[in-house]
């Protein structure tokens, strides 16, 4: 990693120049509320804000020992909250100069944290952890999301819809984020296509895991064979909805070679190889 390295761009991106920033940590994330008024955050509890574009940087004190922040998010030059280990989010309504760490009644690592306005905000992180808070992070409600993935950025282009990403190519949409947070209703976007993916890992041993997805609701059958064609094992049978599927395969009890999994979906069929290495 290239540590205390932080670049800016005049022109859009087409050109990048490094920043003076006299500190060894490895920093995660940065957010400006104007060209000049900005905060980086990173390891060891490291909260760095500039006045002047970057040019000088002074350290913050965020008052939570041995923390690690992932990022940052200020909606104007006085507000701001920070989000990582351990479930902890701070905050401050001065600039940075004062911080206070808010309760979110989790341990688990967040990612990203993003505010629509002094009083709304969203944070996702690992084991499907989505919260929102509407009194500026005084309390914090964890989301219900039927999904234990990591989830590692999200984004709300409007007051009402936003979307969060995370493992597996999972996105979830909500279009009414602010209204009621025992209402809110998040959905995962529809794959295009029938989409059958390669195993992972590749050769294994014993255990793998196939991925496919399906653009509506579809009677599947996925089943695996040896390379004389005799059926060893069936995953799935059975009528699934759309969206990202995965499947543990255990072959344990499968000789060392060659095997063949196929994925039937309607009109849709097709097969792929994966190796049992032991």
């Known amino acids: 990693n290239i540590r205390g ?23 995660y994330w940065a957010s400006f509320s104007d060209e000049n008024t900005g905060w980086v955050v990173g390891e060891s509890s490291t909260i760095f804000h500039t006045s ?44 940075g100069q004062t911080w206070s760490q808010q309760n979110t009644n989790t341990f688990c690592f967040l990612y990203d944290i993003e505010f629509v306005d002094e009083r709304t905000g969203y944070v996702v992180g690992e084991e499907g952890t989505i919260l929102n808070t509407l009194d500026g992070g005084l309390t ?42 025992k209402a809110i209703q998040w959905e995962k976007n529809a794959p295009s296509s029938i989409t059958l993916y390669q195993n992972f890992p590749n050769p294994f041993n014993p255990q793998t895991t196939i991925k496919f997805s399906l653009p509506s609701t579809n009677r599947v059958t996925l089943k695996v064979y040896n390379v004389l064609g005799k059926e ?22 499968l000789a060392s070679g060659l095997y063949l999994y196929h994925l039937k979906a309607g009109d849709f069929a097709q097969t792929k190889k994966m190796i049992v290495q032991k």
């Open 5 to 27: 390295l932080v670049l800016k761009t005049n022109n859009g991106g087409q050109d990048w120049q490094a920043l003076p920033f006299n500190s060894a940590i490895i920093l």
């Open 52 to 95: 002047d574009g970057g040019a000088t940087w002074e350290r913050q004190r965020p008052g939570v020992a041995n923390g690690l922040y992932t990022n940052v998010d200020f909606i104007d030059s006085q507000h701001g909250w920070a989000c990582g280990l351990d479930g902890v989010i701070v905050a401050t309504a001065d600039g």
């Open 140 to 181: 914090w409600t964890p989301e219900e999301t039927t999904t234990n993935v990591m989830f590692y950025s999200l984004s709300f282009p409007s007051i009402s819809t936003g979307y969060v990403a995370g493992d597996r190519g999972i996105i979830l949409k909500t279009t009414n984020g602010v209204s009621d947070v």
């Open 232 to 253: 060893v094992a069936t995953l799935v049978d059975k009528s699934l909805q759309a969206g990202e599927h995965t499947v543990d395969f255990d072959a344990a009890h």
